[in-house]
């Protein structure tokens, strides 16, 4: 039996969550999202969101009977397409 291992970070170490790396900005997002090299709602799947939420974070925004409110990622939504993105980058190795 062979196991998979865990996500691992460019820099060759098992990736770790540390909330202190925490980068809400849409720009980051958008940066993760084209590094893993499928389409949004696949992504939403693999992370457990909703599709409608991947277009808030790129966008930064929502805007529900007119009245427009900021979105950004959450640090466990950041770290689990910072995984995503080690994946992609593992598999094309």
């Not at 990736?15 to 958008?30: I, K, V, W």
């Not at 949004?40 to 929502?62: H, M, N």
Request: hydrophobic content about 35%; proline content about 6%.
């Amino acid at each position: 039996v062979s196991e998979k291992p865990g996500a691992v970070h460019s820099s060759g170490h098992p990736m770790t969550p540390n909330a202190e790396l925490y980068n809400p900005s849409t720009e980051y997002a958008d940066k993760l999202i084209s590094r893993i090299g499928q389409t949004p709602s696949w992504i939403a799947k693999r992370i457990g969101v909703t599709d409608k939420r991947i277009r808030y974070i790129l966008d930064g925004e929502r805007t529900v009977k007119g009245e427009t409110t900021p979105i950004q990622m959450t640090y466990t939504e950041q770290f689990a397409l910072e995984c995503l993105v080690a994946e992609a980058i593992a598999l094309r190795m």
